[in-house]
């Protein structure tokens, strides 16, 4: 299984600045994804991190206010924009290999609370 | 409907008893399926897989896949306070990409 470290763990942001989350695998992986996740609620997903290329967002995330990038197969960045309140939760990267049978794995997450 | 419904908790058990989770799903395309622990605070971590009909165990776990039903559930035999976590239920697609359910919180009392 593939290890992913992710930093920052959390932080405390004003609102209208920006944030950048990290997060690298130790092995290269196909699939990158970023997920939001609610106090008390499930994993919803961001998007999918394509590497060379722009990310595939889902529906209600966009790219200017969830920039990604993912230069290689073994790293890949969010940046949460012109924060505000709402924005406050934990931010998910998690990799796996192409395929149904494919399994995905967590990095350690990012708290962030906007003030 | 959602894609992926687990059974609403929480769930009491006492220890020593056995904890039974459900998750169904609607796509009937599916092929796996991935149980998620969750501590409180912390990112999800693996703890089964399960691919063919059937049982699969590991440990004090087991897995009971039935595409028919399009239902697949977690036992946890000898539930221990350490078990106490909510689990979550992921159905990944051709993309890889999961999709989870709203997870069930577990709570094993000693």
């Known amino acids: 299984s593939a290890v992913i470290s992710q930093k920052p763990s959390r932080d405390i942001c004003q609102r209208g600045t920006s944030l950048t989350i990290q997060c690298q695998v130790d092995?290269?992986?196909?699939?990158m994804f970023w997920y939001r996740q609610q106090p008390g609620q499930s994993l919803t997903l961001i998007a999918t991190?394509?590497?060379?290329?722009?990310?595939?967002?889902e529906s209600g995330f966009v790219i200017d206010k969830f920039p990604i990038s993912r230069p290689n197969l073994t790293f890949s960045t969010l940046t949460v924009s012109n924060m505000s309140p709402e924005d406050s939760s934990i931010y998910l990267c998690s990799g796996g290999n192409q395929g149904r049978l494919a399994e995905a794995f967590f990095g350690q997450g990012t708290r962030l609370t906007v003030v | 409907q959602k894609e992926v419904e687990q059974n609403s908790g929480p769930l009491s058990v006492p220890e020593g008893a056995i904890a039974s989770l459900n998750c169904t799903y609607s796509?009937?395309?599916?092929?796996?399926f991935f149980w998620y622990r969750q501590y409180s605070g912390k990112s999800p971590e693996l703890i089964m897989s399960?691919?063919?009909?059937g049982d699969k165990e590991d440990g004090r776990f087991t897995a009971q896949l039935n595409k028919a039903s399009q239902y697949v559930s977690l036992l946890i035999r000898d539930s221990q306070p350490s078990d106490s976590a909510t689990y979550l239920c992921a159905v990944p697609t051709n993309a890889g990409k999961s999709t989870f359910g709203d997870g069930t919180t577990l709570t094993v009392k000693p």
């Open positions: 399960i691919y063919s009909n």
């Open positions: 092995s290269q992986v196909t699939m």
């Open positions: 991190a394509n590497q060379g290329s722009e990310a595939t967002y």
């Open positions: 796509d009937r395309g599916s092929q796996s």
